[in-house]
């Protein structure tokens, strides 16, 4: 599902809104930007790993392994935050637009909280800790909405989209190819391994179809 989000709705709206604008020279940053955020991801793994005092290994283990939900919820603030500015602005527009932007992405959202969700729950999160985490990341969403009533026009939310979107991008490649990937890969046993690899593909499919809407 994050690799389906990246490829499949991030960097190809990232394109779009560079191609829509116009603007030179977009393509170097959006690069810039996706790699900013695997490194900012990155940097994060680390210093929480190196701030946890913890000495018992079993115990510094799970604590490690609690910092991949940490990740992708801060990932998903800024998934969020971009959905907000989708809605807002697309009230200013017009009622029936906002409407139907906000069906869109809600159709958008559902298979995909399920899927953080359930990273969040492999991370070492109780469900209420899990449902706490992922209700007050929507939340964000509600900023987003109120930063695009504050834009005077919609060439400064462009501009702001063109680092958002990538950067979020590089966040959620970093969590799928560092943390979730590399977990995949330990499975040995072929009937669980198969398993994972359709649930992958399953969530690339539901993530390409989400794209047509």
Known sequence: GLLGDVFLHLLPETYQNMIDSGEEGGLGRIGIAVLTGILTFLVLEKVLEMSNPTT???????????????????????????????????????????????????????????????ILLKSGFDRWEAAKAQISTALVGLLGALLA??????????????????????????????????????EKRPGPALGQFLCVIGGIVAMSLLTMI
């Open 56 to 118: 018992n290994e079993e115990a510094m283990e799970k604590e490690n392994k609690k910092i991949v939900g940490y990740l992708k919820l801060f990932a998903n603030c800024t998934d969020n935050l971009l959905h907000g500015l989708a809605v807002g602005t697309s009230f200013l527009s017009s009622f029936r637009l906002g409407v139907t932007t906000t069906a869109a992405i809600l159709l958008h959202e559902i298979p995909h909280e399920f899927g953080d969700f359930a």
């Open 149 to 186: 009533l504050a834009f005077e026009s919609s060439n400064d939310l462009e501009t702001l989209l063109m680092y958002i979107l990538p950067f979020t991008a590089g966040g959620f490649l970093n969590i799928a190819l560092v943390s979730v990937v590399p977990e995949l890969m330990q």
